[in-house]
């Protein structure tokens, strides 16, 4: 090995939200990181775009210069029947286009100091005793620790036989763009959730500035020609008049398995370590989560306890994700298996719009839920 060759105290492979925030989080405290991407930034990335409350709370403050709408209301129905709505005093979800979100966490991160290769392809790691090597499509580089921050096929995992029970799910989205953006100003402010239009799962409208992001996304592992549901969906919302583009499907990887996220140099962070929400599949937040967590855990060995096992990252992972994690699988059985019956407890209940808008802005856990819910229905909740 070359001498000269820089030594880097952090790579991170993926410069999604999970990669990003974990470089900027690293930067910081002036700890060396080169964040690699294998696409050119900044680039197109299918996602709803959806900000949860809890997410938008852990990021920079000039997140804000960059989204596309904030919502407040929450429309919810089931086989586009039975719609009732629920407004909140804050931002419920704030949306943005992925480009331009995933861009401005990468500029963040270079702006205290992190160093990017963007365009560049991982071919293969080795983890020695000491460090860690990648070979790259632009050359080999070395680190006293890498991040996994390459999505839900992660290389890293493959290429270090890290072993991730994942169960996954499958959404289809696309952008629905009208001849003219004052055509679909009644949905700035509001969200669509329209559970049962897709055998365990839901469909959802999402609005942007000139657009409106439109999916279908099941807990299923696998599912026929799910086109077919996207496009009825498309149609029983009147959408069919608006062009649409970038029509793509893709794996959301459930949470709720206990993993071990780590080797002795190397952890997994956001989609790579298999964080998705089981109900709605939200992953954003959680991959800014983790990648706070890795940043975290990664400071505190390299500035405070060198012999710090990162076996401590996997325990906080499973800790404030996994388990609750768990009794959301269990929450989700209920509500996609009798969705007549769930919705329309909740559609009836107060407590239960109330407690679900506590859980998506992060201020209630599946765990705490059903209690939570009992309490305000006999009146105990203070």
Same mark, same amino acid.
């Given at each position: 090995?070359?001498?000269?060759?820089?030594?880097?105290?952090?790579?991170?492979?993926?410069?999604?939200?999970?990669?990003?925030?974990?470089?900027?989080?690293?930067?910081?405290?002036?700890?060396?990181?080169?964040?690699?991407?294998?696409?050119?930034?900044?680039?197109?990335?299918?996602?709803?775009?959806?900000?949860?409350?809890?997410?938008?709370?852990?990021?920079?403050?000039?997140?804000?210069?960059?989204?596309?709408?904030?919502?407040?209301?929450?429309?919810?129905?089931?086989?586009?029947?039975?719609?009732?709505?629920?407004?909140?005093?804050?931002?419920?979800?704030?949306?943005?286009?992925?480009?331009?979100?995933?861009?401005?966490?990468?500029?963040?991160?270079?702006?205290?100091?992190?160093?990017?290769?963007?365009?560049?392809?991982?071919?293969?790691?080795?983890?020695?005793?000491?460090?860690?090597?990648?070979?790259?499509?632009?050359?080999?580089?070395?680190?006293?620790?890498?991040?996994?921050?390459?999505?839900?096929?992660?290389?890293?995992?493959?290429?270090?036989?890290?072993?991730?029970?994942?169960?996954?799910?499958?959404?289809?989205?696309?952008?629905?763009?009208?001849?003219?953006?004052?055509?679909?100003?009644?949905?700035?402010?509001?969200?669509?959730?329209?559970?049962?239009?897709?055998?365990?799962?839901?469909?959802?409208?999402?609005?942007?500035?000139?657009?409106?992001?439109?999916?279908?996304?099941?807990?299923?592992?696998?599912?026929?020609?799910?086109?077919?549901?996207?496009?009825?969906?498309?149609?029983?919302?009147?959408?069919?008049?608006?062009?649409?583009?970038?029509?793509?499907?893709?794996?959301?990887?459930?949470?709720?398995?206990?993993?071990?996220?780590?080797?002795?140099?190397?952890?997994?962070?956001?989609?790579?370590?298999?964080?998705?929400?089981?109900? /709605?599949?939200?992953?954003?937040?959680?991959?800014?989560? #983790?990648?706070?967590? %890795?940043?975290?855990? !990664?400071? =505190? +060995?390299? *500035?405070?306890?060198?012999?710090?096992?990162?076996?401590?990252?996997?325990?906080?992972?499973?800790?404030?994700?996994?388990?609750?994690?768990?009794?959301?699988?269990?929450?989700?059985?209920?509500?996609?298996?009798?969705?007549?019956?769930?919705?329309?407890?909740?559609?009836?209940?107060?407590?239960?719009?109330? /407690?679900?808008?506590?859980?998506?802005?992060?201020?209630? #856990?599946?765990?705490? %839920?059903?209690?939570? !819910?009992? =309490? +305000?229905? *006999?009146?105990?909740?203070?």
């Amino acid at each position: 090995m070359s001498s000269l060759r820089k030594l880097y105290d952090v790579i991170i492979v993926g410069a999604g939200p999970a990669g990003s925030i974990c470089a900027y989080e690293l930067s910081k405290k002036n700890i060396q990181v080169l964040l690699l991407e294998r696409e050119k930034l900044p680039r197109y990335k299918v996602c709803a775009g959806g900000l949860t409350k809890k997410a938008v709370d852990i990021l920079p403050e000039d997140v804000k210069d960059i989204l596309e709408d904030q919502t407040h209301t929450v429309h919810l129905s089931l086989n586009h029947k039975f719609t009732f709505s629920k407004t909140t005093s804050f931002p419920l979800v704030s949306m943005v286009m992925r480009d331009k979100f995933d861009h401005f966490l990468v500029k963040k991160a270079i702006e205290s100091g992190a160093h990017l290769k963007d365009e560049t392809r991982v071919f293969s790691l080795t983890e020695h005793p000491d460090l860690v090597t990648v070979e790259t499509s632009r050359g080999t580089f070395v680190s006293k620790l890498l991040v996994g921050a390459d999505g839900v096929t992660s290389k890293v995992a493959h290429l270090l036989g890290i072993r991730r029970k994942l169960d996954f799910g499958i959404a289809l989205e696309a952008e629905l763009f009208p001849k003219h953006p004052d055509l679909i100003s009644n949905y700035h402010g509001s969200l669509h959730l329209d559970f049962n239009v897709i055998p365990r799962g839901y469909g959802w409208i999402f609005p942007k500035r000139k657009q409106l992001s439109v999916g279908v996304f099941t807990t299923l592992p696998s599912i026929r020609n799910i086109k077919s549901y996207f496009y009825a969906y498309v149609r029983n919302k009147h959408l069919r008049n608006l062009t649409c583009k970038s029509l793509i499907g893709h794996q959301i990887p459930i949470g709720g398995r206990t993993n071990k996220l780590n080797t002795e140099r190397v952890l997994l962070v956001g989609d790579a370590s298999g964080l998705a929400d089981p109900i /709605t599949g939200e992953g954003i937040y959680f991959a800014l989560r #983790s990648g706070q967590i %890795a940043a975290e855990t !990664i400071s =505190k +060995k390299l *500035l405070k306890e060198p012999s710090l096992s990162l076996d401590e990252y996997s325990l906080k992972i499973n800790e404030e994700m996994t388990e609750n994690f768990k009794y959301a699988r269990f929450l989700a059985s209920f509500l996609y298996n009798i969705s007549y019956v769930s919705y329309n407890i909740a559609r009836k209940a107060e407590s239960v719009n109330d /407690t679900f808008i506590e859980v998506v802005s992060g201020n209630c #856990s599946y765990k705490e %839920a059903p209690l939570k !819910i009992l =309490k +305000k229905t *006999l009146g105990l909740d203070s």
